[in-house]
């Protein structure tokens, strides 16, 4: 274990001393249409305000300890926004030219460092974990990592004229680290050409994977996602910052309707992340001696006891499609760092886009689906909210709560990117602990390692199913996709589906993982019966 005492911790350790989220909701009293950057900055108040509760103030007065620590940030940092990470159009409401040093412009504080992070989930939670490092290495006094999206305002209000919008527009100016959306890697051109750079397809083969290695039926797959994903609605209809906090049952959740529609087998609407919202969150860091000299409240700091960020292999090179040996690897060593077993986490908030998400955590700790002490504490995606690449600093404002309300107690927070592309976890605990600087590059060289299938962007003749999905569009439409093995070979490869009775069927079947299909010099992948009919 690496809890100790405190007194005799260095004090560079650094400290979570701070959380804060915003939030609003279309059509609620109050809705101002608030651009990212308010968001953001009203979460970064909220965490500096946070931050001197029950400080020993002296003679000083809180809001000259707020003002204090804003002063103190020479280091804030940007989650990436979907419109930034190539994943949405550029808001026609504009956007500030430094997002940034806007939101420290509007806290008080002028850091030395602006930084705007890679995209993927992955991501706020890698910056609080980097930022930590470069405090206890002595080269940060102060950080504050903040994220925000506003999608539903967007949305909202671009279909209305245009000298109705709001003006979200900024020019700060400024030095800028902006690293890119860092989202290369996480697919191919083959891969997007075929529509898996859009999560739901990408991750309904990984399920579809999955329920095939458990020998399920559908129904009865359909049943577990929608028995792992209530107890989340019933978190989120209690908090005050979810997006749709309405408790569904396990059947609600998993029965097709018109307003539940299928978007990509299995994957009904509401079990899939909700990009549309308006949220915002902020972590402020800084020293343990720091905190100590500003009077802070030690029983609210927040210590990173282990930590893990790993990236998966490519899709195509992973060897097994319905797990992620990555995930167990990030999992298992965050609690090695911690000195932990997985029953010794009292509070979990798992990363939930997709059921596969969570399910590949649980496993990997060895938690059963229905373990009491749950997999959320926001609410989850789907629910709470998926506000674009910033969720899981959602997730560590909110464990950070629970875990000051139960001191001593340990929690899990995982923050996934890409597709199961990039992992970062994190031990966390109001426990003081050593500041330890983690493996990732060793556990990147194991990943490296691991053997890969052979795979090939030009299939031809008899083949396999090893998993597949059906993509329903809004008209109504449908594609199949298909990742197959040629038996010539096994090599692996992804194909669109055959838009034909017999392909349908194959597809439309209860199992269509390990059926026989012809790839044709078309590209398409058919049904065998279906390519003998086409031949004869």
């Known amino acids: 274990m690496t809890t100790t005492s405190g007194t005799d911790l260095d004090p560079r350790t650094p400290v979570i001393v701070g959380v804060g989220e915003a939030s609003e909701r279309l059509g609620e009293p ?14 970064a108040q909220a965490a500096l305000t946070d931050a001197a509760v029950a400080a020993d103030t002296g003679d000083a007065s809180q809001t000259s300890v707020v003002d204090r620590l804003a002063r103190d940030v020479d280091v804030v940092a940007f989650v990436r926004p979907f419109e930034d990470s190539g994943l949405e159009e550029r808001s026609p409401l504009g956007r500030a ?3 940034p040093r806007a939101v420290a412009r509007r806290v008080g504080a002028d850091p030395v460092r602006a930084v705007l992070g890679v995209g993927g989930g992955q ?3 890698d910056l609080v974990v980097e930022f930590a490092a470069e405090i206890a290495a002595g080269r940060a006094k102060s950080a504050l990592v903040v994220g925000a999206e506003a999608l539903s305002s967007s949305r909202h209000w671009s279909q209305r004229p245009a000298e109705d919008r709001p003006h979200w527009t900024e020019t700060v100016g400024g030095d800028l680290e902006d690293r890119g959306p860092g989202l290369a890697d996480m697919t191919s051109p083959r891969q997007a050409a075929l529509g898996l750079d859009h999560a739901p397809p990408a991750y309904a083969l990984f399920e579809n994977a999955r329920r095939a290695r458990l020998g399920l039926p559908r129904e009865a797959y359909a049943r577990t996602m929608g028995e792992l994903f209530a107890p989340f609605t019933e978190v989120a209809a209690t908090n005050p910052h979810a997006a749709a906090p309405t408790r569904r049952s396990a059947e609600e959740l998993v029965t097709v309707t018109e307003r539940n529609r299928l978007v990509a087998e299995p994957y009904p609407r509401f079990v899939v992340a909700r990009d549309q919202v308006n949220q915002g969150a902020a972590v402020l860091l800084t020293s ?13 700091f927040v210590f990173c006891h282990g930590h893990a960020s790993v990236k998966e292999r490519p899709l195509m090179e992973r060897a097994d499609l319905s797990t992620s040996p990555a995930v167990a690897l990030a999992v298992g060593a965050a609690l090695d760092e911690a000195g932990l077993a997985a029953d010794d986490l009292d509070v979990l908030d798992v990363y939930s886009c997709f059921p596969i998400a969570v399910t590949v955590v649980r496993e990997a700790l060895g938690f059963a689906p229905d373990d009491p002490r749950g997999f959320t504490v926001t609410g989850g995606l789907p629910f709470f909210g998926g506000p674009g690449n910033d969720y899981a600093l959602h997730s560590l404002a909110q464990a950070a709560a629970r875990l000051r309300e139960r001191p001593g107690t340990k929690g899990l927070v995982t923050a996934n990117g890409g597709i199961l592309s990039s992992q970062s976890m994190g ?3 109001s426990a003081p602990a050593l500041w330890r600087p983690g493996r990732d590059d060793a556990l990147a060289a194991e990943v490296a390692s691991w053997e890969a299938p052979r795979t090939t962007d030009d299939p031809r003749g008899a083949a396999r ?18 990742v197959g093995r040629l038996d010539d070979g096994d090599l692996r490869f992804l194909a669109r589906a055959a838009d034909d009775p017999a392909t349908w069927a194959l597809l439309d079947a209860d199992q269509p993982v ?16 279906a390519e003998t009919d086409a031949s004869s």
């Open 465 to 482: 199913v090893e998993t597949f999905t059906v993509v329903h569009d809004r008209d109504g439409s449908r594609r199949g996709l298909v």
């Open 514 to 529: 390990g059926a026989a299909m012809v790839v044709g010099a078309d590209g398409l992948v058919r049904a065998a019966a």
């Open 288 to 300: 343990l001696g720091r905190a100590r000299d500003l009077g802070l409240d030690p029983s609210r």
């Open 427 to 429: 031990v966390w605990s």
């Open 123 to 125: 991501s706020p939670h």
């Open 30 to 43: 109050g809705c101002a249409g608030l651009s990212p950057v308010a968001l953001a900055a009203a979460a």
């Open 97 to 99: 030219d430094n997002a």
